[in-house]
């Protein structure tokens, strides 16, 4: 099987946005690079895109749905392909990249509710950020999905 006909991966993320407008966005601990981002993840099976959503939030930054608000979920979903160098390493050989359902959540809670020391930690670190700064945090093969992800729901946050 060719790497165009592997499916994509079902994902959901997260674009949590504090008080200020400045949106959460974390330090990856499995990367070499500085790579920063969004919280985000699969989507398990019997579970919709919003629950997947919450969860993740949950699982990468201790932040529970009881401390957000639900603001919108992305018009469409978005996708990107992994670079070859990625391309059969990530989940097993068993997707190209991710199609992804993404949500903007108002964080509702304190700085000190967010805690990457999760079970399952997936961040070194974290912070606030602007939007306009997201789309060059993230590793380049992302950043077209972010710089969209940014558009649709830069009038909301």
Not at 41 to 49: F, Q
Not at 56 to 63: D, H, P, Q
Not at 104 to 111: A, H, P, S, T, Y
């Amino acid at each position: 099987m060719s790497d165009d006909n592997l499916p994509y991966r079902p994902c959901a993320g997260v674009m949590l946005a504090n008080r200020d407008g400045r949106v959460f966005v974390g330090q990856r601990l499995d990367s070499a690079e500085d790579a920063w981002q969004m919280p985000q993840g699969g989507i398990d099976p019997g579970e919709d895109a919003e629950e997947a959503a919450i969860r993740e939030l949950g699982e990468e930054t201790g932040v529970h749905g009881g401390l957000v608000e639900i603001i919108a979920r992305s018009k469409t979903e978005y996708f990107y392909d992994l670079p070859d160098h990625l391309m059969g390493k990530m989940w097993g050989g068993k997707y190209r990249g991710q199609r992804q359902h993404w949500f903007l959540m108002r964080f509702m809670g304190e700085d000190s509710d967010v805690d990457i020391a999760t079970r399952h930690q997936e961040f070194r670190a974290w912070r606030w950020a602007e939007l306009d700064e997201l789309e060059m945090l993230i590793v380049p093969f992302k950043r077209q999905l972010y710089r969209a992800v940014v558009e649709e729901f830069r009038p909301l946050v």
